[in-house]
Each structure stands twice: as structure tokens, then as C-alpha cells.
């Protein structure tokens, strides 16, 4: 599948796709708190998206309403990495909650996630947090036309392991646009390869998911949720970005 490059008009629709997510994400922040369940944050996330006259990105994916993923958006607490289905489950303090949001209006998505502290939480945790975020922006200082997605993929290794933690192989970033997901794929760890060229329009979700200990994962029985094999806390840092001439232009910060 080609890769495809968006014009002016189609990126400033995806721009207002982004800027639902990230005012959803503004939005949970103020609710997250010791007691609140996984699933009143699907709520909360899902009424608001759906108010902007955008419609929930994952709700359904990958079958319907009934049959794909059941939640709006995607709640991962402590050692689960990505696609946590929320539910019941109530945050503690200490915790450290992974929330991923996509919507789509005007025939385009936007996809960002980001890891949020539940009260006070320890060094590790916060350290860990902070080095997630730290990948993504490394990254973007590749992300421009002429270079190549490989220089992408190096920088968030390198700086996730330069700090002593790892990065999970099995799942990756991607572009985005009409589809959730499309080419190219973007690993968080080095390839052999320089990758594709970079092109102005192209627009893609860097999403930097560093685990504290080791970088293999597995998938629960819900078929959905993605944990660290060794049980230790992951954070996930993603944003939806547009490739310039220059700096990237990042569509899912307001």
C-alpha cells in the first residue's frame, strides 16, 4: 500500500480531528484521580468527542459496534502498554494511567495518546514518563522532508535505552489519515534499512510505547489488552504530526 501525502485542505481537516483528541485529553486530565473507573473515563471521553461532531476513532474497531473494540478509547493502567479496554477497575494513587484517543470528522482521524499520574508516583514511574515524552519530540527533529523514517525509528530507541529502559517491538506507529492506520509503518526501534523518504504532507502518529524493563509483551485473553511480560509499568506518547520543510507541524497539540 502507497503511502499518501495530504494537501493544505486535508491536513487542516485532520487538524480539527487532532485538536478533539487533544482537548479530550485536556478534559480526562482534570477527572483523573484515585476511585474514578477505566470505563466513567470512556464516558467522559466518548460524550465529549461526540459533542464536537466527531465520532470515536476505536469505538468498534476491527468488527462493529458489538463486535470490534467495545470502548471509545483505549485505558491502560500501569503494566499494560496499549489497548486496555476500560471497565470497572478503579485508579489507586501511585498509579499511572495510558489513555489513547482517536476521532474522526470530516473524513479524517486523529490519533494521540498520552500517560497520565494517578496522585503521587514514584521516581521510576515518573522518570519513565518523562523520557516517553522526551522520545517523541528527539523523534520529530527527523521528522522532516528529505530525511528518511529510519532516523525517526533510531532516535526513539536511543533515547528510551540511553535511560535505561526499553521499547516494545511488536507494535508500532503508522500514518494516518482517511484510514486509522496506514503506510508506513513507523517502529520504535532501529531498522536496517534507511525506510522511506520523508515528504512534505505526509502524516504520520509517532508513537514512542518504553516499557521499565524488558521490551517483550503479551496479548491478555480479552484478545485486546497488551501487557509487559515481566509485569513492570509501560508509558505510551503519541501524537499525530504533519511533515514540512521544516519543523513538523504537530496537529494533535492545541
Request: proline content about 3%.
Amino acid at each position: 500500500m502507497a503511502i499518501i501525502v495530504k494537501n493544505n485542505e486535508q491536513i487542516e481537516f485532520m487538524r480539527e480531528s487532532n485538536h478533539i483528541v487533544a482537548n479530550t485529553h485536556e478534559l480526562l486530565a482534570k477527572y483523573i484521580r484515585a476511585g474514578i473507573t477505566t470505563k466513567e473515563l470512556d464516558a467522559i471521553a466518548e460524550d465529549y468527542i461526540r459533542s464536537r461532531g466527531a465520532v470515536p476513532s476505536f469505538k468498534g474497531y476491527k468488527g462493529s459496534s458489538t463486535t470490534g473494540f467495545p470502548g471509545s478509547v483505549c485505558v491502560s493502567v500501569n503494566e499494560e502498554v496499549i489497548h486496555g479496554i476500560p471497565g470497572l477497575k478503579k485508579l489507586k494513587d501511585g498509579d499511572i494511567v495510558s489513555i489513547d484517543i482517536g476521532a474522526f470528522k470530516n473524513g479524517y482521524h486523529g490519533d494521540a495518546a498520552r500517560t497520565f499520574k494517578v496522585g503521587v508516583v514514584s521516581a521510576v514511574r515518573n522518570r519513565l514518563i518523562e523520557v516517553t515524552q522526551n522520545c517523541f519530540f528527539k523523534a520529530i527533529e527527523y521528522a522532516k522532508a528529505g530525511r528518511h523514517l529510519h532516523e525517526i525509528c533510531a532516535a526513539v530507541q536511543d533515547t528510551a535505552e540511553s535511560a535505561g529502559f526499553s521499547v516494545v517491538r511488536d507494535f508500532v506507529g503508522h500514518g494516518v489519515g482517511r484510514e486509522m492506520h496506514e503506510e508506513p509503518q513507523i517502529p520504535n526501534y532501529k531498522q536496517a534499512g534507511r525506510g522511506p523518504r520523508l515528504y512534505k504532507g505526509m502524516t504520520l502518529a509517532i508513537e514512542p510505547m518504553v516499557n521499565e524493563g524488558t521490551h517483550e509483551v503479551v496479548i491478555l485473553k480479552d484478545h485486546w489488552t497488551v501487557v509487559t511480560r515481566d509485569r513492570r509499568c509501560s508509558a505510551h506518547y503519541e501524537n499525530t504530526i504533519a511533515v514540512t520543510d521544516g519543523a513538523a507541524d504537530i496537529l494533535s497539540i492545541r
